[in-house]
């Protein structure tokens, strides 16, 4: 097959999703690797470094024309228009949140395989599991903006000059994201606490060194695939009301908590943000335009708060760390790719769980369960359930 690599369409987006050392993986398997030109500028990997590792640099036509198409976000309204019946599209697609993006894909014949809906259980598809390879460095990242943006030293240290106490962490959800947020902070000298709806976690914080909050006023929320269930909104109300007694006690929060295709839970409300002291910092990684986990606070922007409370709406920070968060995504991608690959040609088998769990659409109808009632519910929506 050939297969391309296409240049992101998001401005803020400067990841590629496949980098030059993954360019031989793929042609050891057959395949022809095409790169649109200019495609991994943003991660600092130049046309020749493709060309150099076998790959062809091609404009953005010819790579469009390719079987199999790999991105990291969404193709843009340009790219949706060239796309063809038999084609096959790879990337972080997130179509939970707009199952209308789905049916437009399926208008057009392509196989939409969504990186982000990845069975993270199942053991075979960890290789593949592109949200806990970015949710990594979000984490890492968190914390170190969390360290540039306070105004006092995270570690404990002695001088001449007097003592300064080690600065107050707070991470809110522990997962992926999170114990990567509290490894950093540690790492960086801070005394961490965290919190999850899971107690299960607990065991995890505290090999890291954190000291895991327990509230009283919010039973288990675990839910399926390693998530947490959304809270009703009583539970919400009690958990907000607990929290911002902790909060208020912290330097710096570090917000994780996200529900796949739903508004995130808001757990730092303007009460807290009030009870918090002058300088502290809060870094929001749940901040989309669903909203965020801390009230206020503005995808991809800082905002600072009448009474001093600097709020960071961290939305994309793997791109931050273009380089390294391509090189992860890549060997993700790479082996979801070749997972679909039989004797050169790409398959769909929507018997295998971890396929049905990432194609979104295929002959032209949306096959994924998660979108059948969106898909059903919209004026000539085409779906076929594959459960």
């Known amino acids: 097959m050939r297969v391309a690599v296409i240049k992101e369409a998001a401005p803020a987006e400067r990841r ?47 790579a469009l024309a390719a079987d199999v198409l790999l991105m990291v976000g969404r193709p843009d309204a340009t790219v949706i228009a060239r796309l063809r019946s038999g ?23 392509v196989t939409a395989v969504s990186l982000d809906l990845i069975p993270r259980t199942l053991p075979r598809a960890q290789p593949m599991d592109a949200l ?37 962490v707070l991470v809110l959800g522990t997962g992926v994201a999170g114990l990567q947020a509290i490894g950093t902070a540690r790492r960086l000298g801070a005394v961490v606490s965290a919190y999850d709806v899971r107690p299960e976690t607990k065991t995890e914080v505290t090999s890291l060194g954190a000291t895991f909050i327990e509230l009283t006023s919010v039973g288990p929320a675990a839910g399926e695939g390693g998530y947490a269930r959304a809270l009703t909104d009583d539970e919400r109300a009690a958990q907000q009301a607990e929290l911002t007694d902790h909060i208020a006690r912290h330097d710096v929060v570090i917000t994780t908590a996200q529900v796949p295709g739903r508004r995130p839970p808001l757990l730092v409300t ?13 870094v929001d990684m749940g901040a989309s335009a669903l909203g965020g986990n801390v009230e206020g606070s503005v995808p991809g922007e800082t905002t600072v708060t009448d009474n ?7 939305d994309n920070l793997p791109s931050t760390m273009a380089a390294a968060a391509s090189a992860m995504y890549a060997r993700n991608i790479s ?13 769909v088998d929507l018997e295998d769980e971890l396929v049905a769990g990432v194609v979104i659409t295929h002959d032209a109808q949306v096959v994924h369960p998660a979108l059948a009632e969106a898909a059903i519910a919209s004026p000539g929506g085409s779906v076929h359930a594959a459960h």
Request: glycine content about 10%; charged content about 10%.
């Open 16 to 62: 590629v999703a496949l980098v030059p050392e993954a360019v031989a993986k793929l042609q050891a398997a057959g395949h022809e690797v095409l790169v649109q030109a200019g495609a991994g500028a943003g991660a600092f990997f130049p046309d020749e470094a493709y060309s150099a590792a076998g790959a062809s640099v091609v404009p953005a036509d010819k």
């Open 270 to 282: 303007g009460e807290a943000l009030k009870a918090m002291a002058p300088g502290s910092v809060l």
């Open 132 to 168: 806990t390879s970015q949710a990594n460095i979000a984490g890492y990242k968190a914390a170190l903006l969390a360290a540039a943006a306070f105004a006092r030293f995270f570690p404990l240290l002695i001088t001449a000059a007097g003592t300064a106490r080690p600065a107050k």
């Open 335 to 347: 082996s979801l790719l070749l997972y679909m690959t039989a004797d050169g040609a790409f398959t």
């Open 87 to 109: 084609q096959a599209i790879f990337g972080l697609l997130a179509p939970l949140s707009d199952p209308e993006f789905a049916q437009r894909l399926a208008a057009t014949g």
């Open 308 to 314: 001093g409370i600097t709020i960071i709406g961290a």
